[in-house]
């Protein structure tokens, strides 16, 4: 679990990291480790997911940091890694994430006292370690921290997000006269899959993977995902590819009508215009008639 130095400060760092030869350069992205690597069995991924969920709530909402100047853990460790500060509240956030993310089935035991960094050079030799200190010494970034990251590690050794909660105090209201909780992410849920069945929306979701592998210079995507109990029953996102941008929403066939629909899409535009998303328009996937009833800006277009 981690907090990721995500673009432009992400590519600023890892020009650092390529000028030190740091070896997990292409494996690893730029983070601050919340939780170090941890076997969790694919049963307990649900409850990963939901401490990922529940720590990303624990505080108001995104948070800047001082990333820099660089230090080291010699003799004990050959890393060179820059050093996290900020103002208080941001280092009580970030204690407060941490503190609630190290959890079951997250937590284990550590070798070592938590220390908040970003690495640039594991594995270096000291003589290397000791140059970055005397080159780098007045080097500082700040960073701005938006989401909380659980990464996996995949067949190929490198860390890959598989799941995200943007930072910000959970949203909880009534639909269908229950309650709905409501959490925000960059990322699709990982369970979206439980609400879609075969056919055109399995195809939009199968797009959706392959227009974010090169979405990084695009506006940020946005989920907005509705849980009942513990149990995903709804999400909207709405992300750039292409085509323009576009809105997609789902809503489990067994609670539709509730407005579980209505809600998301609520949640999402609010926070989209927070974004600047400045389009007229929102190209829109969904139930016929839902989005003319509902919105004059994400507008049904039919695409599959």
Request: aromatic letters at 6%.
């Amino acid at each position: 679990m981690a907090l990721l130095v995500d673009h432009p400060t992400g590519l600023e760092v890892d020009g650092l990291r390529r000028a030190l030869g740091d070896r997990s350069l292409k494996t690893i992205p730029v983070h601050i480790t919340l939780v170090p690597p941890v076997n969790v069995r694919e049963t307990d991924f649900p409850r990963a997911l939901a401490v990922l969920r529940d720590a990303a709530s624990t505080v108001s909402g995104p948070f800047e940091l001082t990333l820099g100047p660089p230090a080291s853990f010699l003799p004990d460790n050959p890393v060179c890694y820059l050093t996290v500060g900020g103002d208080r509240s941001a280092l009580r956030s970030l204690r407060t994430v941490r503190d609630t993310v190290f959890a079951e089935p997250l937590a284990r035991k550590l070798s070592w006292p938590w220390v908040p960094h970003v690495t640039i050079l594991d594995g270096g030799e000291s003589e290397t370690i000791e140059a970055a200190l005397s080159c780098l010494g007045s080097y500082k970034v700040t960073a701005t921290f938006d989401r909380l990251v659980l990464l996996e590690l995949g067949p190929d050794r490198s860390w890959r997000p598989r799941a995200d909660a943007l930072l910000g105090r959970r949203v909880r209201v009534a639909a269908g006269g229950l309650p709905v909780d409501v959490t925000l992410s960059r990322l699709p849920d990982p369970e979206l899959s439980t609400l879609i069945p075969p056919g055109p929306d399995q195809s939009c979701v199968d797009r959706l993977a392959l227009d974010r592998s090169d979405s990084e210079s695009l506006m940020a995507p946005v989920f907005a995902a509705a849980r009942r109990e513990g149990s995903l029953c709804g999400l909207a996102g709405a992300w750039v590819d292409t085509s323009g941008p576009f809105v997609a929403i789902w809503v489990d066939p067994g609670k539709r009508r509730q407005g579980i629909g209505s809600t998301l899409l609520g949640q999402l535009e609010a926070r989209l215009r927070r974004e600047g998303w400045r389009f007229e328009r929102l190209s829109a996937h969904g139930p016929a008639g839902f989005f003319e009833r509902r919105s004059s800006w994400c507008v049904a277009d039919g695409r599959t």
